[in-house]
């Protein structure tokens, strides 16, 4: 059974940074599409950015563009989230997932493992 666990979550002013830490355990998903996620209460789960099972051209919610940056270390087996210029609006949970397909990655509906996701605090 595959487990995502996630961290490096905290609290931080506007205009710090966090990294984010994604590592499975069962197995590797060096195969998988792995993206990041972030929910915050009363709302749907929000796409935030993915990156394809090569370490191709990653994808980014025009919400952090430009400021977050995703990347892979297959050795490591572990997928990182660079957040900088944190504004309060990035306050959420961040969810780690898995995707076996390239199919529509923003659609949480095509993930099929996920992390307990870890939290974010951005203070203003």
């Known amino acids: 059974q595959v487990r995502l666990a996630e961290s490096g979550g905290g609290s931080v002013q506007a205009g710090g940074s966090l990294r984010l830490y994604c590592s499975p355990s069962?197995?590797?998903?060096?195969?998988?599409?792995m993206g990041w996620f972030r929910q915050v209460p009363g709302k749907e789960r929000e796409f935030v950015s993915v990156i394809t099972s090569s370490g191709g051209t990653p994808y980014y919610s025009d919400s952090v563009k430009g400021r977050f940056a995703i990347w892979r270390d297959g050795v490591k087996n572990t997928v990182y989230l660079q957040m900088n210029n944190l504004k309060p609006e990035d306050t959420a949970v961040y969810y780690c997932?898995?995707?076996?397909?390239?199919?529509?990655?923003?659609?949480?509906?095509?993930?099929?493992?996920w992390g307990p996701g870890t939290q974010v605090t951005v203070s203003s």
């Open positions: 997932a898995a995707s076996p397909s390239r199919d529509d990655v923003t659609n949480t509906q095509n993930y099929e493992f």
């Open positions: 069962g197995r590797t998903l060096r195969s998988y599409v």
